[in-house]
């Protein structure tokens, strides 16, 4: 292996106060080199260079530990922003989202029966459109797409619905913007969204997100890192067939777990053409919507002891369309699932529904961006 050069060394160091700082909000420069093991006067001169270019502020005086009160630091939110897209729902949707991941611009568009190349020009309108917007520099683009995705490489290997195959959306994105570009699985954007910035979890922790919409998926983190299998599609659960000659699913397969408890399926099996028409009867106690509704529960469930099995993770958030079902809902899910697994893992498994609805996964995509990618935030004189 070649020694670092002396510009990777100035690099890392800084990737490493900046992610302390992002993570410690507020902190102290003595704080910093503890834990970075980075000495006092590196750690000093990086956060010099830090505030001269406006992405950390001083916000004034810690407790003193002795000796005189230390300076804390945090991060200036709106000096830098990220772009987020959801491409997975019935219409694409893009914001900007600043260092702490408040959103402050969205665009949507109408999706119909775009696919193929209309699709992808209604994600360039989306672009066009939030980059006008005021909020700059723009530092970076997370997208969240439907499908199986090689995140590394930035191509949507098949994304069935919008019929992108073998698409690499990374790169053409990242030609026509000039921008560092992240392609991610919606459902795995969702679960990180969820993770950072959703309802108390903490850091390092296992957690997994399974996203009931249109399709069924879920975001797996061990350690607090996405884990995406060999092929990028681990928690794909929505294709695993759970009934066999079951229904035909829009993969090709037979009894997929999505043709059955997805929110899509509700709505045929019910012949609604919305969601809100299927809630309506839902309510109102019509007893075929609650049948299958519990029955989408039920067979969601025992996908779930699949994974409490495989995983043995005993905190799972459920999020998407299908979470409008509440308690009824959560109830089929939990005792198919407690029914399927072994007892003594399954008892000490939570469900809990998620905090944050469709803009998990917009940022989850930028928030991914920054804590894998902090030299994003590195301006050209670096
Ligand atoms: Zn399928």
Redesign the pocket.
């Known amino acids: 292996m070649k020694k670092a050069t002396h510009q990777q060394t100035k690099q890392h160091n800084r990737d490493l106060v900046l992610r302390t700082i992002f993570s410690q909000d507020p902190v102290s420069r003595a704080e910093i080199a503890r834990i970075t093991h980075l000495t006092r006067t590196t750690v000093s001169d990086v956060v010099t260079s830090l505030l001269s270019e406006g992405l950390v502020k001083e916000i004034g005086l810690g407790a003193s530990i002795g000796g005189k009160s230390p300076i804390l630091l945090s991060v200036e939110a709106n000096s830098r922003f990220l772009i987020g897209l959801n491409l997975a729902q019935d219409k694409f949707i893009g914001a900007i989202v600043n260092l702490r991941g408040e959103i402050k611009e969205t665009v949507e568009v109408e999706v119909h029966d775009d696919n193929g190349e209309k699709a992808l020009q209604l994600v360039y309108q989306i672009l066009d459109q939030l980059i006008r917007k005021k909020f700059k520099p723009i530092v970076g683009i997370g997208v969240g797409a439907p499908g199986l995705i090689n995140t590394l490489s930035g191509v949507i290997v098949s994304a069935v619905n919008l019929e992108w195959e073998n698409l690499p959306l990374g790169n053409l994105l990242q030609k026509k913007y000039k921008l560092p570009v992240l392609v991610l699985n919606d459902s795995q954007a969702t679960a990180i969204g969820e993770y950072v910035y959703g309802n108390g979890h903490k850091p390092d922790e296992n957690l997994i997100v399974v996203n009931v919409k249109h399709g069924i998926g879920a975001g797996i983190l061990i350690n607090g890192r996405l884990f995406q299998g060999d092929g990028g599609g681990a928690g794909e659960i929505?294709?695993v067939v759970v009934q066999e000659n079951g229904a035909v699913?829009?993969?090709g397969?037979l009894g997929?777990l999505?043709t059955i408890s997805s929110a899509r399926a509700v709505m045929q099996q019910l012949e609604m053409d919305s969601l809100d028409a299927v809630q309506s009867a839902f309510e109102a106690g019509n007893s075929t919507a609650k049948n299958i509704i519990a029955r989408a529960g039920h067979y969601l469930g025992i996908s779930l002891a699949g994974l409490i099995g495989t995983l043995n993770i005993q905190k799972i958030v459920l999020t998407g369309d299908m979470t409008r079902f509440g308690a009824p809902w959560l109830e089929s899910v939990n005792a198919s699932m407690q029914n399927a697994a072994l007892t003594r893992m399954s008892e000490g498994t939570r469900l809990d529904l998620g905090a944050l609805d469709f803009r998990a996964c917009i940022l989850g995509a930028s928030a991914f961006l920054l804590l894998d990618g902090y030299s994003l935030l590195f301006t050209e004189e670096n």
Do not use: Q
């Open positions: 929505g294709h699913c829009r993969c397969k997929c999505e």
